[in-house]
């Protein structure tokens, strides 16, 4: 291939791998909520900032191209899960198997909340990308830490507004959207954490990735 190919080397394809992983994760064991610091968050919130970091370090490294390459392909497979799960989890099982309750309950996350996670990825994945390809303009290719860190925590947020308000927004009376952000705010704080936490890991990734890939 060209040097402009889009094309993923073998360093794009572990992070690939390593993208997708995460993806996957936040939306099976990521169902689970836990109490961090007695807030109330999902188990996903340990594998959100590598997906941010990992669209970063591609985007630093390879430019937004390479970067959007990854975030659609990933869009497309979450899109093929959440058709693919629509069909089978109502399928009635055979009558030897009596987990169909258990399997709707793992897998069967509601169908609003899927939505809910398909679409907040969609949009704040394409976000990180371009307010970091802005912020790398602005800065005149300077300062990573600025960019990696502004264009994960606004995404971030935009990410959990999304979800926030398409999963819950009048599920009952109680969710309303003063309620929402209740939620919302100590939830985006701690990712606000991890983004600062997750900073060295940047400029680790992308001297890795500068390296020699093939």
Known sequence: MGNNSTALDRKEMVLFALYITGMVLVNTVG?????????????????????FLITDIIAEVKGGEHA????????????????????????????????????????????????????????????????????KRINKGKKL??????????????????FMFIAFYRMNSTYTASFLFTLIIPYWLAKVLFALLDTPFCYLGVKWLRGSSR
């Not at 830490?145 to 999304?162: A, E, M, P």
């Open 31 to 51: 169902s689970k909520i836990i109490s961090l610091a007695g807030v109330r968050v999902s188990v996903g919130i340990f594998f959100m900032p590598v997906l």
């Open 68 to 135: 959007n390459l990854i975030v659609r392909l990933s869009i497309l497979m979450l899109v093929i899960v959440f058709v693919v799960t629509a069909i089978f989890i109502p399928i009635k099982p055979h009558a030897s198997w009596d987990l169909q309750e258990a399997y709707r309950a793992i897998f069967g996350m509601s169908m609003r909340m899927s939505l809910a996670s398909l679409i907040s990825f969609s949009i704040s994945q394409n976000l990180d990308v371009w307010l970091f390809l802005f912020f």
């Open 145 to 162: 830490w600025i960019r990696n860190n502004l264009s994960t925590i606004t995404s971030q947020f935009v990410d959990t507004v999304i």
